[in-house]
T-cell receptor
Framework: DAGVTQSPTHLIKTRGQHVTLRCSPISGHKSVSWYQQVLGQGPQFIFQYYEKEERGRGNFPDRFSARQFPNYSSELNVNALLLGDSALYLC???????????????FGQGTRLTVV | EDKVVQSPLSLVVHEGDTVTLNCSYEVTNFRSLLWYKQEKKAPTFLFMLTSSGIEKKSGRLSSILDKKELSSILNITATQTGDSAIYLCAVEVREGRSNAGNNRKLIWGLGTSLAVNP
């Protein structure tokens, strides 16, 4: 019974580069959300996708983009990386169309991104 | 079954009023309690609470966790029309059912819809 899987687990990039993070939801889940979490803070909502359509977008610059594939896996792309993008990026999988409002969302282990 | 209950579901106040929103939970393997504000389609993080009795404050908003009562409150003083939003509470738990062992799960409440009238 595989949970939410994310890759890579750790990543070091230099400023200005771009990065692609990947997520596979729990089998049967059609909703994937992405969060950014910095140390000592709660997860900041970046995007939510359901059935390959964007359902929600947080207050992040256009350098952040995402997509969901027919198999419900998802990619988060970040262009022109800044030092401040260093964080733990979490993918959450849920069954329902909304990633919140009374739902349960299962997090993956996250991708630790360090920008130097 | 893990659950998060928010009250009230809806609240209408006048500008300048003080409001208190409640979140109670019944979960196993509690990790943290989170408050978010949702104005359009996406929630914005407000507070993360892990320890009982320590107030977190940001401007006119403050929040505190009571682990004994399994609850948290979010206070907003001197409310403004811009505070009108849905306030979401979520509890993060350690989810150990998968083979990954130490997964985290976020359980969302249904939110409190706050309307602040001028």
């Amino acid at each position: 019974d595989a949970g939410v899987t994310q890759s890579p687990t750790h990543l070091i990039k230099t400023r200005g580069q771009h990065v692609t993070l990947r997520c596979s939801p729990i089998s049967g889940h059609k909703s994937v959300s992405w969060y950014q979490q910095v140390l000592g803070q709660g997860p900041q909502f970046i995007f939510q996708y359901y059935e390959k359509e964007e359902r929600g977008r947080g207050n992040f610059p256009d350098r952040f983009s995402a997509r969901q594939f027919p198999n419900y896996s998802s990619e988060l792309n970040v262009n022109a990386l800044l030092l401040g993008d260093s964080a733990l990026y979490l993918c959450a999988s849920s069954l329902a169309g909304a990633a919140y409002l009374g739902t349960e969302a299962f997090f993956g282990q996250g991708t630790r991104l360090t920008v130097v | 079954e893990d659950k998060v209950v928010q009250s009230p579901l809806s609240l209408v106040v006048h500008e300048g009023d003080t409001v208190t929103l409640n979140c109670s939970y019944e979960v196993t393997n509690f990790r943290s309690l989170l408050w978010y504000k949702q104005e359009k389609k996406a929630p914005t993080f407000l507070f993360m609470l892990t320890s009982s009795g320590i107030e977190k404050k940001s401007g006119r908003l403050s929040s505190i966790l009571d682990k004994k009562e399994l609850s948290s409150i979010l206070n907003i003083t001197a409310t403004q029309t811009g505070d009108s939003a849905i306030y979401l509470c979520a509890v993060e738990v350690r989810e150990g059912r998968s083979n990954a062992g130490n997964n985290r799960k976020l359980i969302w409440g249904l939110g409190t819809s706050l309307a602040v009238n001028p």
